[in-house]
Nanobody, 118 residues
Framework: QVQLVESGGGVVQAGASLRLSCAAS????????MGWYRQAPGKQRELVAT??????????QYADSVKGRFTISRDNAKNTMYLQMNSLKPEDTAVYYC?????????WGQGTQVTVSS
């Protein structure tokens, strides 16, 4: 059974940092394309950052709104993906979800809440 478990969310003030983690079981993350998505109240889920599989070079991409502030990474030994979030803004407030996918599978975590106060 595949499980993706996010952690690290919380309530912080604007300008603070948080690191989200996505721990996986039942799959090997390095074989998957991975991503962080977020969904704010009343809005559609949006892509935040992605990292390709190790065989695809672990290339990263970011939404324009988080470029230069967020960093996605993967620790293959720990089978865990991270999202380092710096200089947080109130508009970053959302539930953050991790995603792992290949051409035949697509898995989601349950989400972790990030709230940034002004």
């Amino acid at each position: 059974q595949v499980q993706l478990v996010e952690s690290g969310g919380g309530v912080v003030q604007a300008g603070a940092s948080l690191r989200l983690s996505c721990a996986a079981s039942g799959i090997i993350l390095s074989f998957n394309n991975m991503g962080w998505y977020r969904q704010a109240p009343g809005k559609q889920r949006e892509l935040v950052a992605t990292i390709t599989s190790r065989t695809s070079g672990s290339r990263t991409q970011y939404a324009d709104s988080v470029k230069g502030r967020f960093t996605i990474s993967r620790d293959n030994a720990k089978n865990t993906m991270y999202l380092q979030m710096n200089s947080l803004k109130p508009e970053d407030t959302a539930v953050y979800y991790c995603n792992a996918n290949t051409y035949i599978n697509n898995f989601w975590g349950q989400g972790t809440q990030v709230t940034v106060s002004s």
